[in-house]
């Protein structure tokens, strides 16, 4: 397998001879004090300090930093784990040792034995021993025989967020996601620092919010009998990513068990009709054009929703009657204006795999243009045109990461690159009627049903691709979502409220306190984990260790000797192990 956006091919299948080619490479690791497993910290410090050239190869780091939730909750983080291998050429002849070995690692005699037969450099015999099982087997001081210990990324959520997470080989790369883009940052290491390791990374997204999604997306996905799909929640205001669902989606931690057709972020597929956002559009320009003495005041305007063929295989959910559907065409600036919205170019979302989609330098003046799909694009960018529309003629930057070094991100993804939209005739008055025209308090504001023009319905030969977009709350919106489905064999008109019930989950979303307000939050939050803390300053750092370690919190140093200043760190809790940092000189 192997990703577009990448510069040189990379062999999934790497991971699975992983502790072979690790082996080979000899690499060990420094001790990190904020792992998942603490007793084992401890006695895997005992290992690395006893550790002989036979035993023990050259040091590097293999830790990568924990990617978070905006919550604290944890995504991914680097877990350690202990491996038994051998070198059968360096082993001693006589093999009395071997059911010592058998015994320590609860292998059979004769399974041991066969392994030996094996005629390679290097055997792994055991992976994922206890430390004290390598321990005995070093006290054997049994040439031949090597303690390797390394760092495997877990993922404690499973599958949950695992399009956006990605995920990495046995070396730690990241190949997918988040693990790819900000893989520099998640394996930013130090060696001179006692503990190594990469930045903490903090995502836009929220746990819960995030699970809501994806079992809504699945709710959807089998009612309408579809193939493929994403769900996508994003703040109007900038940009921010709160939810983004797409199915089939994986096990980061056994990725290479599926397909790669299946290891694919829907929301980043630049296949999608724009036929949901065209009348829209055209609505918008029509209306800028009529006299003041023509327009509707906003409390005459009537918003019931309902659905209406366009044509063969072709259906709109909007507003708009069938007489005000029917003269739908390209104006003459549509295409610069479509350009203004972000169509035709990448967003700039902090995600790799991204499509530009298609869009023509000039748009022939009728309804064709729309009905034979001239322009296609992804559903984020359908989201951020949309949320422009209905947001002050605002273009965002979608994003992931909530909180980053600013060395680690591009000019691109970097959420200063916002920036007003330049349709000239997008006016703040048309923008409020158009939000009037578009509330709707139980379902999506629009959606669109296309499948091949050849049948007169919806069936497994001729499945349909679903969009919808919507907004809430309705009068000052503050999240925007797209719901797309592709391979959908039942229609959505006889599955009636199918599509409206991710509005439910929107309205979760515009209650997350967004960046700044997030910022004040945290502030808050880490003041109260402060003053629960006993007070370490002018303490020794043996003093310090004492003191903590006797509550149970664990600690990152910085420094020596006394004690100067100290901090939580972010409010991570790693399997209820409070983490704090000290600073000491």
Same mark, same amino acid.
């Given at each position: 397998?192997?990703? =577009?956006?990448?510069?040189? @091919?990379?062999?999934?299948?790497?991971?699975?001879?992983?502790?072979?080619?690790?082996?080979?490479?000899?690499?060990?690791c420094?001790?990190?004090?904020?792992? /998942?497993?603490?007793e084992? $910290?401890?006695? &895997?410090? @005992?290992?690395?300090?006893?550790?002989?050239?036979?035993?023990y &190869?050259?040091?590097?780091?293999?830790?990568?930093g924990?990617?978070?939730?905006?919550?604290?909750?944890?995504?991914?983080?680097?877990?350690?784990?202990?491996s038994?291998?051998?070198?059968?050429?360096?082993?001693?002849?006589?093999?009395?040792?071997?059911?010592r070995v058998?015994e320590?690692? #609860?292998?059979?005699?004769? +399974?041991?034995?066969?392994?030996?037969?094996?005629?390679?450099?290097v055997?792994?015999?055991?992976?994922?021993?206890?430390?004290?099982?390598?321990?005995?087997l070093?006290?054997?001081?049994l040439?031949g025989?090597?303690?390797?210990?390394?760092y495997?990324?877990?993922y404690?959520?499973g599958?949950?967020?695992?399009?956006?997470l990605?995920?990495?080989?046995?070396?730690?790369?990241?190949?997918?996601g988040?693990?790819?883009?900000?893989?520099?940052?998640?394996?930013?290491t130090?060696?001179?620092?006692?503990h190594?390791?990469?930045?903490?990374?903090?995502?836009?997204?929220?746990?819960?919010?995030?699970?809501s999604?994806?079992?809504?997306?699945?709710?959807?996905?089998?009612?309408?009998?579809a193939?493929k799909?994403?769900?996508?929640?994003?703040?109007?205001?900038n #940009?921010?990513?709160?939810?983004?669902?797409?199915?089939p989606?994986?096990d980061?931690?056994?990725?290479?068990?599926l397909?790669?057709? $299946?290891?694919?972020?829907?929301?980043?597929?630049?296949?999608?009709?724009l036929?949901?956002?065209?009348p829209?559009l055209?609505?918008?320009?029509?209306?800028?054009?009529?006299?003041?003495?023509?327009? =509707?005041?906003?409390d005459?305007?009537?918003?019931?929703?309902?659905w209406?063929?366009?044509?063969?295989? *072709? /259906?709109?959910?909007? =507003?708009?009657n069938?007489?005000?559907?029917?003269?739908?065409?390209s104006?003459?600036?549509?295409?610069?204006?479509?350009w203004?919205?972000?169509?035709?170019?990448?967003?700039?979302?902090?995600l %790799?795999?991204?499509g530009?989609?298609s869009?023509?330098?000039?748009?022939? @003046?009728?309804q $064709?243009?729309?009905?034979?799909?001239?322009?296609?694009?992804?559903?984020?960018?359908?989201?951020r045109?949309?949320?422009?529309?209905?947001?002050?003629?605002?273009?965002?930057?979608?994003?992931?990461?909530?909180?980053?070094?600013n060395?680690?991100l591009t000019?691109?993804?970097? /959420?200063?690159?916002?920036?007003?939209?330049?349709?000239?005739?997008?006016t703040?008055?048309?923008?409020?009627?158009?939000?009037? $025209?578009?509330?709707? @308090?139980?379902?999506?504001?629009?959606?669109?049903?296309?499948?091949?023009?050849?049948?007169e319905?919806? &069936?497994t030969?001729?499945?349909?691709? /679903?969009?919808? *977009?919507?907004?809430?709350?309705?009068?000052? %919106?503050?999240?925007?979502y797209?719901?797309?489905?592709?391979?959908?064999?039942?229609?959505?008109?006889?599955?009636? #409220? +199918?599509?409206?019930?991710s509005?439910?989950?929107?309205?979760?979303?515009?209650q997350?306190?967004?960046?700044?307000e997030?910022?004040?939050v945290k502030?808050?939050?880490?003041?109260?984990?402060? &003053?629960?803390?006993?007070?370490?300053?002018?303490?020794?750092?043996?003093?310090?260790?004492?003191?903590?370690?006797a509550?149970?919190?664990?600690?990152?140093?910085?420094g020596?000797?006394t004690?100067?200043?100290?901090k939580?760190?972010?409010?991570?809790?790693?399997?209820?192990?409070?983490?704090?940092?000290?600073?000491c000189?």
């Amino acid at each position: 397998m192997s990703f =577009p956006y990448k510069n040189k @091919r990379i062999l999934f299948l790497f991971s699975l001879a992983g502790l072979v080619i690790i082996a080979t490479s000899s690499v060990g690791c420094f001790w990190q004090s904020n792992n /998942v497993n603490s007793e084992d $910290n401890i006695d &895997s410090s @005992r290992l690395s300090q006893q550790r002989g050239s036979d035993y023990y &190869s050259q040091q590097s780091p293999l830790y990568k930093g924990i990617i978070l939730d905006r919550t604290g909750a944890i995504f991914a983080v680097s877990q350690k784990t202990i491996s038994a291998l051998v070198r059968p050429s360096k082993l001693p002849q006589v093999d009395d040792w071997v059911p010592r070995v058998s015994e320590i690692l #609860g292998l059979d005699h004769q +399974t041991l034995a066969n392994m030996l037969a094996e005629e390679r450099g290097v055997i792994c015999l055991k992976d994922g021993i206890s430390v004290k099982q390598g321990l005995k087997l070093k006290d054997m001081q049994l040439k031949g025989i090597e303690i390797l210990e390394k760092y495997k990324r877990v993922y404690p959520c499973g599958s949950l967020a695992s399009p956006v997470l990605g995920f990495v080989d046995q070396g730690g790369r990241g190949l997918e996601g988040i693990e790819y883009t900000y893989g520099s940052l998640l394996s930013h290491t130090s060696l001179p620092q006692i503990h190594a390791g990469g930045h903490e990374l903090t995502l836009t997204l929220e746990k819960n919010i995030q699970s809501s999604a994806e079992k809504e997306l699945g709710r959807q996905m089998k009612r309408l009998k579809a193939d493929k799909g994403c769900l996508v929640i994003m703040s109007v205001e900038n #940009g921010e990513i709160l939810a983004l669902a797409s199915k089939p989606s994986w096990d980061p931690e056994r990725f290479w068990e599926l397909p790669a057709t $299946n290891i694919t972020n829907y929301s980043l597929q630049d296949n999608v009709d724009l036929m949901v956002l065209a009348p829209l559009l055209n609505w918008m320009f029509e209306q800028s054009k009529l006299p003041k003495s023509e327009i =509707p005041s906003l409390d005459e305007m009537a918003h019931k929703c309902q659905w209406e063929i366009l044509g063969k295989g *072709l /259906v709109l959910w909007s =507003p708009w009657n069938e007489q005000e559907l029917k003269d739908i065409v390209s104006y003459d600036d549509m295409s610069r204006d479509l350009w203004d919205l972000g169509f035709g170019q990448s967003t700039g979302i902090d995600l %790799p795999g991204e499509g530009q989609g298609s869009l023509s330098s000039t748009l022939p @003046r009728s309804q $064709n243009c729309f009905l034979g799909r001239a322009i296609t694009a992804s559903p984020i960018q359908i989201l951020r045109a949309f949320s422009a529309l209905i947001n002050k003629n605002i273009l965002v930057t979608p994003h992931v990461a909530l909180q980053s070094p600013n060395e680690f991100l591009t000019s691109e993804s970097s /959420v200063k690159d916002q920036r007003q939209s330049k349709i000239p005739w997008l006016t703040e008055k048309l923008i409020l009627k158009l939000r009037k $025209n578009l509330a709707v @308090r139980g379902g999506p504001s629009l959606a669109s049903i296309r499948w091949d023009e050849q049948s007169e319905q919806i &069936s497994t030969q001729f499945p349909a691709q /679903v969009t919808a *977009l919507g907004f809430w709350p309705d009068k000052s %919106p503050k999240v925007s979502y797209i719901v797309l489905l592709d391979g959908v064999k039942v229609d959505p008109r006889e599955r009636r #409220g +199918t599509l409206g019930r991710s509005l439910i989950v929107a309205k979760q979303a515009a209650q997350i306190p967004l960046k700044n307000e997030w910022r004040t939050v945290k502030s808050q939050e880490t003041k109260k984990e402060l &003053s629960r803390m006993p007070n370490l300053k002018g303490k020794s750092v043996r003093q310090a260790l004492d003191i903590l370690q006797a509550i149970g919190i664990s600690i990152k140093l910085k420094g020596v000797g006394t004690v100067i200043a100290q901090k939580p760190r972010s409010g991570i809790s790693l399997n209820g192990v409070k983490v704090c940092s000290i600073t000491c000189k």
